[in-house]
């Protein structure tokens, strides 16, 4: 059977293992073989392949693993509906567990995080699937953080839906609702659950933040690489004072000054009561900075009596420099344009607020009326 009269390519033997244990595709595997319109042979030998790969486990979880990610939010959406259908209350915690569990997600992806560092993205994503599925009256909380199915869900659980997307959501008139009311405020504004299906809008909301993040810190890159020794310098003092260090700024920036090459050269205190001292050197190099620059900095920390040191380049390090500076005792921080840049952002270091964004969440203490 899988001999040499298997003529099948490679691309349809993996496209078949990531099928058939993937579950948001399980369904609709056999759609994709009609559409290619193959010989039934090739679905013959497919379906042969599929029965003997159901016993073989090992195999499976290999591809499986190679395969997986944390799933979007749509996915969520009917294997939640399904774990309510016995019509029990649930935690929300215990749906989170549940469906992780069904979807075998590996421990790397229930560790993984959003952007904003704040919460698990499976569980947000499962979060946003609870969302939809009651605005769409198929699941009810009868208590904070608890979840039931409705009538109207189990009706549909009847009917035995093969997928449920964000879309299939949309013959609810409560869920039509509630999509239209994400219009009322701007028109101009599009809602986020009709123009991108695979991401919640809290996702959209944080990837638009950090791409706009990025824009600004190659801006400012490109303007220290472009800016005179004395306004470097000025940058410089700034960030470190504003990071804590260097005591005031009139007392940073006596301790730092040009070192006659463009760039940055002193010591500075580590805290108010200048009880340790920090070698600075920063430098608007072009080309990455290598060893043999980060060892003599290395060196010149004995002649300044310290034992740390903190190098500043508009441009990067060297594997071979930033190796060296892990297996010595002393303590250096190397900081490439791009570290600088997003420093400068942190601190507010030559960039102003232009517009503020705030996510409101329900504060679940004030509506508890057992307090």
Not at 56 to 74: C, D, E, H, L, R
Not at 143 to 160: M, S
Not at 197 to 203: G, H
Request: positive net charge; aromatic residues 10%.
């Amino acid at each position: 059977m899988l001999g040499k009269g298997c003529k099948f390519a490679k691309p349809y033997f993996r496209l078949s293992l990531f099928i058939l244990y993937h579950d948001r595709f399980h369904r609709h595997f056999w759609d994709y073989v009609w559409v290619e319109k193959r010989s039934v042979r090739f679905e013959r030998t497919i379906r042969s392949l599929c029965n003997l790969l159901k016993y073989w486990g090992t195999v499976s979880k290999i591809f499986f693993s190679i395969a997986m990610t944390v799933p979007n939010y749509q996915s969520f959406l009917l294997p939640t509906l399904q774990h309510l259908g016995n019509g029990e209350e649930y935690p929300v915690r215990k749906i989170y567990d549940l469906l992780a569990n069904q979807l075998e997600l590996t421990e790397e992806d229930r560790q993984q995080l959003l952007p904003s560092g704040r919460q698990k993205t499976y569980q947000n994503r499962i979060g946003w699937a609870i969302l939809y599925l009651s605005k769409a009256g198929l699941i009810h909380k009868p208590k904070r953080g608890y979840v039931i199915i409705t009538h109207r869900g189990r009706e549909l659980l009847a009917q035995k839906p093969e997928i449920l997307t964000a879309n299939s959501l949309r013959i609810f008139p409560e869920y039509q609702a509630f999509c239209q009311s994400n219009l009322k405020s701007d028109p101009v504004v599009v809602s986020p659950i009709v123009t991108d299906t695979d991401r919640t809008p809290e996702e959209i909301l944080q990837d638009a933040y950090l791409t706009l993040r990025s824009e600004v810190a190659d801006e400012i890159i490109q303007l220290l690489k472009s800016s005179s020794p004395a306004f470097f310098e000025r940058v410089v003092v700034d960030l470190l004072v504003s990071m804590g260090y260097g005591g005031s700024r009139k007392a940073a920036g006596k301790a730092i000054g040009g070192s006659g090459d463009g760039g940055v050269d002193g010591i500075i205190s580590e805290d108010p009561l200048g009880l340790d001292n920090i070698y600075i050197q920063a430098k608007r190099w072009e080309s990455n900075v290598g060893r043999p620059q980060v060892q003599a900095f290395a060196g010149s920390l004995e002649g300044f009596r310290s034992r740390k040191g903190v190098m500043i380049t508009t441009s990067d390090f060297s594997k071979d420099a930033r190796d060296y500076v892990t297996r010595i005792e002393k303590k250096i921080v190397l900081i490439n344009g791009e570290m600088l840049a997003e420093l400068m952002l942190d601190h507010n270091v030559g960039v102003s607020e232009k517009e503020r964004f705030v996510i409101k969440r329900i504060d679940t203490d004030y509506f508890d009326e057992s307090q």
